[in-house]
């Protein structure tokens, strides 16, 4: 079972970076990456494992994050099952950090996450991100660090802290192979 979700997850980002063209800056188009969760939440379905995501640039300040990750349980009543679907909208100041390669961004956004229990009243937070985001200039690749303080408004609300690592692939969806920078 859990190889086959892992297959489709695989045929799911594929189908999202097949049509698009060759890769481009990262401050246009989409990335498609991984991301690695940490939470301080005492509940069973308060961790974030290993997940997959996307980030859409709208601007070169503004762009639209999303994340998901899952956990299959074993037989264990006391660990149950979840998906957990997250999107974040995000502001990038590039004004503040100077680096000499390439572009370090600070970001702040606001966003909800929805998770799914296995035979139990599915969750829903809302979060605000704090992060930096570093783009490695010319290559189509970024990493970034952030931080979530997280408020669970669904029974029982909770209030817990989300950290995240994990890169991004960006893709060109304009059809050139433009190089854009972000404007300071």
Not at 42 to 64: C, E, H, M, T, Y
Not at 84 to 92: A, E, M, S
Request: glycine share 12%; with cysteine.
């Amino acid at each position: 079972m859990q190889r086959l979700f892992s297959l489709l997850c695989l045929v799911f980002v594929l189908s999202i970076a097949g049509p698009l063209s060759p890769a481009t800056a990262q401050t246009d188009g989409v990335g498609v990456g991984a991301s690695l969760g940490v939470t301080n939440g005492g509940s069973p379905v308060d961790r974030n494992p290993i997940g997959l995501n996307l980030k859409a640039w709208l601007s070169d300040r503004q762009a639209v994050s999303g994340m998901t990750s899952f956990f299959i349980s074993g037989t264990e009543q006391s660990s149950p099952s979840y998906w957990i679907l997250q999107g974040d909208y995000l502001f990038h100041n590039f004004n503040k950090l100077d680096v000499g390669e390439g572009f370090l961004a600070l970001y702040i956004g606001a966003g909800a996450q929805y998770t799914v229990v296995e035979d139990s009243d599915n969750q829903f937070a809302l979060r605000s991100p704090l992060g930096v985001n570093y783009l490695l200039g010319s290559s189509p690749i970024d990493v970034f660090v952030e931080v979530a303080p997280t408020l669970r408004v669904t029974d029982p609300s909770a209030l817990r802290f989300d950290g995240a690592i994990g890169f991004r692939y960006y893709f060109d969806t304009s059809g050139g192979a433009t190089n854009a920078q972000p404007s300071n």
